[in-house]
């Protein structure tokens, strides 16, 4: 097994420690049976075949896309990486938006102050302080409303706090 290169290491090192890149290292390998430093879009496909359960062809044809960007049928580590990556925001997204929706209880697209008012008040918060000073760091634009986008920033913004 080879180990990450400086430039792999930094390319996904924001995302992702070191040990979790050796972890994808050595899956990348696993896939890789033969050691030449690249996975053959068969070779992912029998993989994802073997390690997912019920994987339609739509989908697994969508993921070999995905992670053959040159369309040469290889996929290098770093393009194995940008996949990961790739598939890990988008489910973040899709959590963060299951969270949203369920603060947008008239579901109208925003989050207003009666939105998260309202939140607050079912987990027995009621300090209305406390309300407005978390409406106006989630109203990045001061328009009264939190979009989509505005709260994606914010619990971003949480996620990198060291806690």
């Not at 070191?18 to 496909?45: H, M, R, V, W």
């Not at 027995?124 to 709260?151: A, P, W």
């Amino acid at each position: 097994m080879q180990a990450l290169l400086p430039a792999q290491c930094e390319l996904f090192l924001n995302q992702y420690t070191c040990s979790e890149l050796a972890e994808y290292k050595q899956l990348f390998g696993t896939i890789d049976p033969n050691n030449d430093g690249y996975i053959t879009c068969n070779q992912l496909k029998n993989y994802l075949m073997c390690s997912m359960n019920h994987i339609s062809s739509e989908e697994l044809e969508e993921i070999v896309n995905e992670a053959d960007l040159s369309g040469c049928g290889r996929i290098t580590f770093d393009n194995f990486m940008q996949l990961i990556l790739n598939r890990d925001l988008k489910e973040k997204r899709t959590e963060t938006k299951s969270v949203f929706d369920s603060f947008d209880l008239n579901r109208d697209g925003y989050i207003d102050i009666l939105d998260l008012s309202a939140v607050f008040f079912s987990l027995n918060s009621k300090d209305e302080n406390q309300i407005i000073t978390v409406f106006k760091q989630l109203d990045r634009n001061n328009d009264g409303k939190v979009d989509f986008e505005e709260f994606q920033e914010f619990m971003d913004y949480c996620n990198d706090l060291p806690f």
